[in-house]
């Protein structure tokens, strides 16, 4: 028997549709459907500058929009090649991990993929990763309380040691506001494409960015860690119950708008 789960809200945010083989209650086979959200937002990234282009973003995970925002600023800064100061990047660290906390807790205590932020600082903190052996739904919950646990000592080591100094770079070199008009002709000189990454509360959260000295880039390609978490979704449910699949799904813990962009 085939059942259409959706396209509605089935435990989770955003509209997904799953279509379901059955046989009674035990699922043999599921297809998830995506799109439903789907709205250009790397097109969209491609013709606004970053300060722009920044209220867009709290739309992809809108549970961690500080991970969203930071990995929109983070791809820039490595291409211009903009030092942070260390001031700015403890508190970056203390922000990030409060939305790690604040994004388990709402989604009514902690069921999230192992992440944790990748930056500059992160050397100068203690802190362990958090694991399961066994990978069942009650796994993936428990790493979540370690998680959360962890974030509260990063946290705490962050107000320690945080230094003084200027929070912004007063000296950045600003990027020009048009592009190069011969890029408009299909020569293909790329200054520079790089791929940065953040470990959001989901996952890897990546940009893979390509641009040259303006404030406009050429490809804005984002990698979201829904997405991925997403494919392994009908292997997670087969062979189990039609009842389980609810329990199943939140565990990954899936936000559409990231998946669909």
Not at 76 to 91: D, F, H, M, W
């Amino acid at each position: 028997m085939i059942v259409n789960m959706g396209p509605q809200h089935p435990s989770m945010h955003g509209v997904l549709r799953l279509i379901l083989t059955l046989d009674s209650e035990d699922v043999i086979d599921c297809e998830p459907i995506l799109g439903y959200l789907h709205r250009g937002m790397e097109k969209i990234a491609e013709n606004r500058t970053i300060i722009q282009y920044l209220p867009y973003v709290t739309r992809w995970d809108y549970l961690a929009t500080m991970f969203t925002e930071a990995i929109t600023v983070n791809a820039p800064e490595k291409l211009g090649n903009i030092q942070v100061p260390k001031r700015a990047s403890y508190i970056r660290v203390i922000m990030l991990e409060l939305s790690r906390i604040a994004s388990h807790l709402l989604w009514l205590g902690p069921f999230r993929q192992i992440l944790w932020i990748i930056m500059s600082v992160n050397d100068e903190f203690d802190w362990e990763v958090e694991w399961q052996k066994e990978g069942d739904s009650l796994a993936r919950y428990l790493v979540r309380l370690g998680e959360m646990t962890e974030s509260i000592k990063i946290i705490q080591q962050a107000l320690e040691g945080i230094p003084g100094g200027p929070y912004e770079n007063l000296e950045i070199r600003r990027f020009d506001k048009v592009r190069d008009a011969e890029w408009h002709e299909f020569e293909y000189r790329f200054i520079k494409e790089l791929y940065v990454r953040v470990e959001a509360p989901k996952g890897e959260l990546g940009i893979f960015l390509i641009g040259d000295q303006s404030v406009f880039p050429w490809r804005w390609k984002i990698r979201p860690p829904g997405f991925i978490n997403l494919q392994i979704l009908p292997q997670l449910v087969k062979k189990m119950k039609l009842a389980d699949i609810m329990t199943i799904l939140g565990s990954i813990d899936i936000i559409m708008g990231e998946v669909d962009r």
